[in-house]
């Protein structure tokens, strides 16, 4: 269920992705709320800006254990060229019986119409007119 506070911090997190746009970053923002509705920290996405990726692309990673879903997310968004890992996640979990990964309560999609102004903003800039008017 999202609550009334869920949406103003959705909304909260909206802005920051629109902002993120002024500064030439990709449109998306996010924020950390605590327990008792504080913002924690806020920020958006700077991969461009960071200028990240560079040599990622040529570069191999090495590891003793296969990266669990999230790391994988965050190597492969972080543009590595390679992985190369010793052991599986298979063969991990034979060693960690009993062992099962967190799971967080994960509610939405909510506020398509707000979240989306952001991420057309950035995707399909809007663009003046030309002579004879524009559509319609
Ligand atoms: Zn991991």
Redesign the pocket.
């Known amino acids: 269920m999202i609550t009334a506070d869920d949406f103003t911090f959705l909304r909260r997190a909206i802005d920051i992705a629109a902002t993120a746009i002024t500064t030439g970053d990709d449109p998306y923002g996010s924020l950390l709320a605590g327990p008792r509705g504080e913002i924690l920290i806020e920020a958006h996405n700077t991969v461009r800006r960071d200028g990240d990726p560079g040599t990622a692309a040529r570069t191999t990673m090495y590891t003793s254990c296969q990266?669990?879903?999230?790391?994988a997310g965050a190597i492969a968004r972080s543009g590595l060229g390679r992985v190369v890992y010793a052991l599986s996640t298979e063969q991990w979990a034979q060693l960690n019986p009993g062992f099962a990964w967190p799971t967080v309560p994960s509610d939405g999609p909510a506020l398509f119409d707000e979240a989306r102004v952001p991420i057309d903003r950035y995707h399909r800039p809007q663009t003046p007119p030309g002579p004879g008017g524009g559509l319609g």
């Open positions: 990266p669990c879903e999230m790391c």
